[in-house]
């Protein structure tokens, strides 16, 4: 009986040990963020091509029609339009901010939501 009880538990540890989320080794890529080494990893020249690449959700969120607002280091830019003359060399990162958030963090007129910006320094 013990014996069972004993077997019954290795095979419980290694079917959770193989079930273990699937790890690859590889880095988990955030839906909402484009980190510096994935714009690296591009052949864009301007931010807009990098978002168009690599998250082109960023630009129309699904069931929205109003325009995404642009935040570079904080500051407010306007539309998606501003991404175009951002070089890609100066890129830190990209993020999407949902609509909630973003009118938590800057007010009212971000019924699509934000991309923010942050550069090099």
Do not use: K
């Not at 994935?38 to 807009?48: G, R, S, V």
């Amino acid at each position: 009986m013990n014996r069972r009880i004993a077997l019954g538990l290795i095979v419980m540890a290694s079917v959770a040990c193989a079930s273990g989320g699937g790890s690859t080794g590889a880095p988990r890529r955030n839906p909402e963020l484009i980190t510096r080494a994935e714009i690296e990893a591009t052949d864009a020249l301007t931010a807009l091509e990098v978002v168009q690449q690599l998250r082109p959700t960023f630009l129309r969120p699904p069931g929205q029609s109003d325009p995404v607002v642009v935040y570079v280091d904080g500051v407010r830019r306007g539309n998606i339009s501003e991404l175009q003359s951002l070089q890609r060399s100066s890129l830190e990162q990209i993020r999407y901010i949902n609509a909630n958030d973003a009118t938590l963090r800057w007010g009212t007129g971000h019924r699509s939501g934000a991309i923010e910006v942050t550069s090099r320094r």
